[in-house]
């Protein structure tokens, strides 16, 4: 990753600190976004922290305007930013399922279209988005959370087949359970050992950003690990 210049969505989170971390540790210049990220967050001279509601059109325009002006070019995006909630279809309230969607769904969009048009000047790049297992795998009781995560496979999958002239891949992830302390806190009961490590989704998205995943495009990976 010397000499890349990576935009890592969600960068503080249980997973986005290590992707973060990975990136930073790779040589990137890693510029780290969410809602309430501070340059104190992460060490190391590569790393800029830039705080940006991605839900938003004109935010995430302005962010990435504002890392192409200041960097010149963005080589990757790691798209992580997502969201959770629980509940059977008949029982989840509108606010619940246009949060799922803003989250999951609508920043995925707007954050990739404004990478893109950034991308596609500059002659192209890795896109690599963090989706859910159960995007591919319905489960009672979490519909909204599995219908736009669903939406957000299809969608980068599309940016792929858009973009195979420009030089632009595009993949999506699928981690299982992940082993986070929010998900530790959330089922105390839970058999850990089954979940998935962050740094090893972590070291797959290193994979597709760099030279090894120059012929990977479209494709959706899965990342059980043990829960499966």
Known sequence: MQGKVALITGA??????????AFLSA?????GTSRSIKQSDFGGSNFTAISADITQSAATRDLVASV?????????LIHVMGGFAAGKIHETDDDTWNKMLDLNTTSGFYIGREVIRAMRASGGGRIVAIGSLAATDSHAGIGAYVASKSALVALFRTIALENIDVGITSNII???TMDTPSNRAAMP???FSRWVQPEEVAKVALTLAG???AQINGAVIPVYGRDL
Do not use: H, M, S, W
Request: hydrophobic fraction near 35%; glycine fraction near 18%; charge should be neutral.
């Open 174 to 176: 699928l981690p299982g």
């Open 68 to 76: 192409v002006e200041r960097f010149k070019r963005i080589d990757v």
């Open 27 to 31: 040589g990137a210049t890693v510029i």
């Open 12 to 21: 503080k989170g249980g997973l986005g600190a290590d992707v973060t971390q």
């Open 189 to 191: 009961r839970a058999d």
């Open 211 to 213: 030279e090894q995943g």
